[in-house]
């Protein structure tokens, strides 16, 4: 089959599965389930439709493989089941629709009083109609994958060896893991109080500037890097060679002819990668910070000249607490990407020289021992949490 | 407390001139009022006051000091914005307090001050919200307190009832007044509304272009305004206007078809001008039938019709009493030739 008839099926499937999944179900809760008018045949029939599918997948599944058989095209089956307990399930699915059908009647008729009842009704479930594929396409890929995780945390390195809880205690022990959490914790102060600093100093100093626009656009550009490819740069920046790496260039420009490399120097290394980072966001806090401090009304500004404040105070004092909320949010949502970047650490030491953290960790035993990376992932999503809850509240708090 | 002065003072934007050389005393514990229509330079004078804008040419001297080019926290000035401008982090006592604090007063002295200007303006009971918790007319309320509350030289009030509803207006408009009287503070009051003007104000300026047309009290203005922009812009309803000539012995106006006989100087025969005729000196004429009753506005005490003339010029004529026209109706005008006033078509100087 060609490829584009394909992506044309596939359209044509989603979009009718979409209409079509609507209008049934709005018809189903309308005319079958809250009927508004006395039709109890339409009900009827409404109740087999609603079980013809459910009947056909049967056919396929139970009944097929002896009808397909004597027809000679047993390849069609997708089973083997006796056709006695093929008969009974269908033979339970008609009583299924029947008893449906009475309970629909008994509980819900469409006589008299309780008509009115039903349109209310109806008009309740709708909703939920509406928001089902989102919650079930939202509950199938972010809550299961949770629930599953944890689920796997608790096997060891072969997933048939339950251990419990005996993945997290291991992690505790690790000396590893405690320097990737201390790690890790450093990145999610330094990281987001950095960003929105220099993002909130670059937003207020280029604001009135006519250049100003150009410099934000130069701030904001490594936003586009990949973090891998910010890496590489930043791996020429801090390279052990006075020819490449500038840092060492400007150390041989004061006359220290000996090369150092900075991704080695203990405890300070993690700072050089988050420098990386830093430089990354920062350009995304300065774009948010930047809309935030003109929609600050101008008047409370020039009452606050007018009541004597000097120019740090209207800063500090006025303009600050006005966008606290946006900072919040920019503070947080960094926060949360910084939980989850493994990329510079992976690319830049590879987690040597005590740089861990614990995305990188998790990277480490990732396929190798899925039990404990998922308990590391789990660590992780634990971390992040509270700032997520804290941020989505702030920005809850700033749409209104 | 001390009084202003202007000295050909200039705006300029760019290339782009917009005040032109303002020359204005302002007496010491005087409640004038800047008046006119948008774009003609009230604000943008009052923020020259006030320096938020600077000033291009010309001086500014408040008392005796020249502040032309201080900074605005070092002029003595306090300003109400039309928005408020109310700091929104902070509750209702910091933000009145918010000065003082920056000029470095200590923390007794300014609650003592806060809770002064809050008894004065009845916001004790407000203290501790934020504004947004507030309505309007209280938000207003402690935009003024928070000028009052910095003991100001000049207080400078930038269309401060324009964001309230009619009622509230009112309302304000006499606190305004009451506080002017108690504080006996030198205002400088912008403003649209006439109303505002005419009921504030001791004297009245009237802005039109960035050049001031008349400087005088409300009646003055009212009663002898200098040309046909005052004129026509304090009163309401405006002044009717109606194209005239004049001619030996009067002016022949012909929307009304005859010729008036006015005690003012003759500007030679043949010369075009232009007649005033307020609204409230008009009476209609049951007995005569010149115009058609087009619209009547009835307010209950006065009713405003509207006339037109055979050659299709309105007018609004002001009626009290129990007789009064209905649309539709062919009537006379009478009036005192005393009141009309004469202009001059071209240069709308009035001619006296």
Sequence with gaps: ?400 | MAGVSLTGAIKRYGATQVIHGIDLEVRDGEFVVFVGPSGCGKSTLLRMIAGLEETSEGRIEIGDRDVTREDPAERGVAMVFQTYALYPHMTVEENMGFGLRMTGHDKAEIKRKVGAAATVLQLDPLLKRKPAALSGGQRQRVAIGRAVVREPDVFLFDEPLSNLDAELRVEMRVEIARLHKEFDATMIYVTHDQVEAMTLADKIVVLKDGRIEQVGAPLELYRDPDNRFVAGFIGSPSMNFLEAEAVAGGFRVPALDRVLEVPVRHPGEGTKVVIGLRPEHLETDRAASGMTVTLTEALGGVSYAYLETKGGERLVVEERGDTRSSDGDRVGLTFDAGRVMVFDAESGLRIR
């Design chain 1, 1 to 400: 089959m060609p490829i584009i008839v394909q992506g044309l099926i596939t359209i044509l499937i989603g979009v009718g599965g979409c209409v079509g999944y609507f209008y049934l179900s709005n018809l189903a809760l309308d005319k079958v389930i809250f009927p508004a008018k006395e039709t109890p045949s339409r009900r009827l029939v409404g109740a087999i439709i609603c079980l013809i599918i459910p009947l056909g997948l049967l056919f396929f599944l139970y009944v097929g493989p002896t009808v397909f058989g004597a027809l000679g095209i047993g390849f069609l089956a997708l089973s083997d089941v006796s056709t006695i307990s093929a008969l009974l399930a269908v033979a339970v699915f008609l009583v299924a629709t029947f008893l449906l059908f009475k309970a629909f009647n008994t509980l819900f008729p469409a006589k008299g009083s309780s008509v009115g009842d039903n349109i209310n009704r109806a008009n309740a479930v709708r909703p939920w109609l509406f928001l089902f594929p989102a919650i079930f396409v939202l509950g199938l890929y972010l809550v299961y994958p949770v629930v599953g995780s944890f689920w796997r945390s608790l096997f060891g390195r072969n997933p048939n060896d339950f251990v419990g809880f005996g993945n997290y205690v291991s992690l505790a022990q690790s000396p590893d893991f405690r320097i990737s959490f201390f790690n890790n914790f450093l990145w999610a102060i330094v990281v987001p109080a950095a960003s929105t600093f220099l993002g909130l100093l670059v937003a207020q100093l280029t604001d009135k500037l006519s250049w100003g626009n150009i410099a934000k656009s130069l701030i904001f550009m490594p936003m586009a890097i990949s973090f891998v490819g910010a890496s590489l740069i930043w791996k020429f920046v801090y390279a052990n060679d006075a020819d490449i790496g500038l840092i060492n260039a400007v150390r041989a420009m004061f006359g220290f002819d000996n090369p150092i490399d900075v991704l080695q120097i203990p405890f300070w290394n993690n700072f050089f990668l988050m420098v990386i980072l830093i430089w990354i966001q920062t350009g995304f806090a300065m774009v948010i910070l930047s809309a935030a401090l003109r929609g600050i009304p101008e008047e409370t500004i020039e009452a606050a000249i007018l009541d004597g404040a000097n120019p740090w105070q209207l800063f500090f004092k006025i303009k600050v607490p006005q966008i606290m909320a946006t900072i919040v949010v920019v503070w947080t949502t960094i926060t949360i990407l910084v939980l989850k970047v493994f990329d510079i650490v992976y690319t830049m030491t590879g987690g040597n020289f005590g740089t861990e953290i614990l995305p990188s960790y998790m990277m480490d035993f990732m396929f190798r021992d899925d039990g404990r990376a998922t308990a590391i992932a789990f660590v992780i999503m634990l971390v992040v949490l509270p700032v997520m809850v804290w941020n989505i509240i702030e920005a809850r708090k700033e749409t209104r």
